[in-house]
DNA sequence: AATGAATGAGCCTTCATTCAT
DNA sequence: GATGAATGAAGGCTCATTCAT
């Protein structure tokens, strides 16, 4: 599992030509690198700005020349760590020519392999606790991530029933019954993990499959 | 035990000749229930216990008189709203006599009508937030909820393996998968819900146990 | 060493006939002597309340049946404890015959068995402690221990002078010297002991006595 | 070391650069006087931060910018205030040369004109009053002053009777009985001191050392 | 751009005192 | 007389934010 792996650098600018210019440029993403450690691990409101800057060998004073404020970092760690994966999802829904179920899988296995299996697995957990708290930030996410992400998964399921592979099923209901199972497993990793069980992903992933794969299919093709 | 639902009238009861005798019984679960409503709704350390005091109606110190400290309140509000609901399934397990299908579905449903459809639903999204930072109050989640709840599911998923209802799976996952789109339900409720949607939970439970039913039925079973 | 024991009951009103009057009329020493107890461990402004009321077996409310506030608590401690102590001194002072070193070893020795070695010694580090917080407290141990008190050892030390048994010095000084050990002594047991070694109390008093004899003696009487 | 001594104008100074880094420096040590001042006069538990924080003229939180804790201030106080005047008696017991009488004078006149003498003075009363409740002060006020100061006493007495000044006698004891006067007069000014005459510190020293000088003198050398 | 000293509002917890029963 | 539930002011400590350097 190499995805553990620092995952802001993919955003740098390109235009970075000498060493202070890079320097100077990356700022902003050792920053937000930081933060997304400190607040996956211990929660937003728990996470004291002064750790944030020690991690990233900083002061505390310069993180206010790059955001205005804590709840600005919190939208930049989200900005940078995750919306960038939509994009990718929406590539492949765009180029994919397979089964609808392999798309599926294909976009499932995705989320694991850029989030889920990633400390971006976090952001989920991060969401659901400082939300009510932080309507902008919700906001955002929201019309960022949720509502993107569950566009990929709607028009995949909406290619199954066209095609006659899956069965007639409430598109939203089914993306919930979809989708919550990853997030759960994500979200574990980041609350009570310490207390429960280790999961296998691999395992989870398949028996999660599995289970779809007969749910979601057509009765004429189990026949 | 109902007693952390709303008691706004044992207040007013002029009837009772020990009035101070009751009030001191009723005490400890209006404070809960007062607490209850607030960690919900803006997470357990971000909710100051001034404010819990004064929709309990009563000062500052009055909740000291009842809990040791915060967490020790966090935990009687599990204690009191949660683990009781654990004996009732478990009660349920012990008597059913039908399919395993609808023992499952009874006790999801029963879990949907005393939690998922309450102000504790709330409770999960609480553990998953605060977990890292309380591992008393973790631990104790942990041990009489989580465990005992997986039991029951457990108890009933090897049932119907046993009588060739289900086909053969991994428990555990399986217990996973059946649970997060509940759990999910739940927590979004009290996170995102404002700026997403809103669910029926009629359409969304049943279809949950329309792709649970055909994802768990053993293939002979549908030929 | 017996002088731990319990003292104020030596105060009790002597016309108590039946248990319950007896019980009443003991009420106040039982709360004062609780009061002392944990007055001289833990210090006045460190106990609380409820735990002298605790120890005395009684509830919080019923200390302010007997005193009006826990700076009048504290003021009755000395009064019940310590003030009948003066008496008993002006009482062997006035029937005193022999030297006047004897009369001095008699005074410092009485002081010990009656206050020095027992707990009401913790007395004059509560007044040391406090007294700047508590100036009626002050007043009234000033001028009702403190007053009366050098005013036996003066009239012991005059004596002295007199007779040439002593040789000339500044009365007031001296006093000082000559209690200000006692006072140490008592004192420590009630702040550093526990880190400090333990004083022997005999010894103690006795080399004293001996710097004392030598130091205040008449230079003829030592040729 | 006379950094704890008022340092009311380096606030004021305008010729310094860096005014910043002085002022840095500076800060303990204002704080750690504002704190004697208070703690002596009240008491540490009794003295308030924000109090402390006023008298030096800075915000409360400032304070723990310094020190982790009140009590890590009051072993501040003490290791700035006390400690070093330790190592001075040392350097005075390593150099003197003249009569052992001599040598216990000079240090205990250096007592009282670097601690008795000043605000210091009211340190011992602080550690008797406050030591059963903080025992981490206490132990270091015992081990960093009681066991050096006692040492110094002790190394005097023992040059004094080994060379035949002083009569034989139990050393511990002795130094009890020498350093309570002075200890007494010192605790003295800080608690009763305003209902009880002031006592004029050259008289007592003097007193004093008359009694003492008499006390320890070898019986032979008086004759 | 970067620093880090300083701020001050805010929160949990304690406890002397009151008062209805 | 006795109780003990309730109060509310106060204090130690934290931390996001500011700003002089």
Redesign the pocket.
Known sequence: MPSIAVVPDAKLSPEAKTVRRR??DA?PSELTSAALDLFVERGF?????????ARA?????????????????FKAVIEEGIVPTLAAGEQRLAEHSGTSMALLRELLVGWWQQIGGTRLAGVPKLIISESRNFPEVAQYYHDNVIVRGRALLRAALQRGVASGEFRPLDAETAIDVIIAPLLMLAIWRFSLCFCAQERDPQTYLETHFDLLANGLRALESTA
Do not use: C, Q, W
């Open positions: 320097r100077k700022r409101s728990a996470t004291r700005l002064d750790d944030v800057a060998g900083v002061s505390k004073g310069t993180l206010y020349l790059y955001f205005d404020s804590k709840e600005a970092l």
